[in-house]
């Protein structure tokens, strides 16, 4: 199985899942929600937004870095979130 191609290993993008977590009132935020939806919405990808908060773990976790950006659980970025490298991550 070494061999396989990597195109057998990558999932859909469908199979993806996106999570903003963020704070009310913080412009990077929004800035960031507006990448997001557009990246997800142009390749099908379902993405969820977790407001920290509302969760102490989250809160704990990544109050310093708000916005930040996971992509399968695992973080992607945060502060800016750049289109062309969430949409590389969601289609590589």
Request: proline share 7%; with cysteine; glycine share 4%.
């Amino acid at each position: 199985m070494a061999d396989m191609s990597p195109l057998f290993r990558r999932s859909p993008p469908r199979d993806r899942r996106v999570t903003l977590i963020r704070k009310p009132g913080c412009h990077l935020c929004d800035d960031a929600q507006v990448v997001v939806e557009k990246v997800c919405g142009d390749l099908g990808v379902p993405w969820e937004q977790k407001d920290i908060t509302e969760d102490r773990e989250l809160h704990d976790q990544y109050w310093e870095q708000i916005p930040v950006v996971l992509v399968d659980g695992r973080q992607h970025t945060f502060w800016r979130v750049n289109e062309d490298r969430l949409r590389k991550a969601l289609t590589d």
